[in-house]
């Protein structure tokens, strides 16, 4: 892959998912093409192409993404509504990433340099770790909201936050894992997280609840397993 396409999916990747605050898609949602945040949150992108490239003289490329953006957003936010949320999300990042590569072409002439090539190996690892933290954690919460389960009151309360921080650090180490060829360590990771996340559920007799749980897991696990063999194949 080139170097320049890695740093333009990185920057999506930080724009929509690290720098985008739920206050800010809510916003949209209800506000729509008067929303502040819808055009703030393009200038967030336009102002990473520049930081990731250090270099100002990126600047059409920037203008192209920015303008682009713009209209996709605007688009999602004026025809979304809640039975068609989850598909224009996905739709949404497809046609962001379609952007990317249609910018990169224009651009660039899709070309592939491979001159640079340990460069293009860190820049692929830290996207890839990037993409399993906070950009996961979002594309699963999208997938199984609809299983979530009807919370009870009287049902013991956790930590804040505490799952999705677990996913982020269970999909992290089996990135590292897999890429230094211990495959046994996300059997044994695994493993060691249904002994303590399954017995509770057990002691709770609620199969909704069990069944989401083991839902998220394997999603996350999935998604972990395949980005890391994915971008093991790519940089070996």
């Known amino acids: 892959m080139d170097i320049i396409l890695i740093k333009l999916i ?26 502040g945040k819808l055009y703030l949150h393009v200038l967030v992108h336009v102002a990473l192409i520049f930081l990731v490239f250090l270099s100002f003289s990126v ?19 004026i025809f979304q509504t809640k ?3 989850r598909i224009l999300f996905f739709a949404d990042q497809v046609l962001h990433f379609c952007s990317i590569v249609l910018i990169w072409h224009i651009f660039y002439d899709g070309y ?6 340990s460069e293009i190996k860190t820049w692929i690892l ?3 770790v990037l993409f399993l933290t906070m950009p996961t954690s979002i594309i699963m919460k999208v997938i199984i909201a609809k299983w979530l389960p009807e919370s009870d009151d009287e049902s013991p309360k956790s930590l804040q936050n505490a799952g999705k921080y677990i996913g982020i650090l269970e999909r992290s180490l ?5 890429l230094t060829n211990h495959f046994e360590a996300v059997g044994f990771l695994l493993g060691a997280k249904s002994i303590f996340r399954f017995g509770d559920l057990k002691e709770a007799h609620d199969l909704k609840l069990t069944e989401y749980v ?22 070996k």
């Open 10 to 35: 990185l920057a999506h990747l930080i724009g929509d998912f690290f720098l985008q605050p739920g206050s800010w898609v809510k916003d949209k949602e209800n506000k729509k093409l008067k929303s």
């Open 126 to 128: 830290i996207s890839g």
């Open 214 to 235: 083991l839902i998220g897991t394997l999603l996350s696990f999935g998604i972990a397993i395949v980005v890391s063999l994915l971008i093991a194949g790519i940089i």
């Open 83 to 85: 039975k068609n949320a």
């Open 174 to 178: 089996i990135f590292v894992f897999i």
């Open 112 to 117: 592939l340099d491979s001159s640079y090539l």
């Open 59 to 77: 600047w059409k490329v920037a203008l192209g993404i920015g303008i682009i953006h713009l209209v996709i957003d605007a688009l999602k936010s």
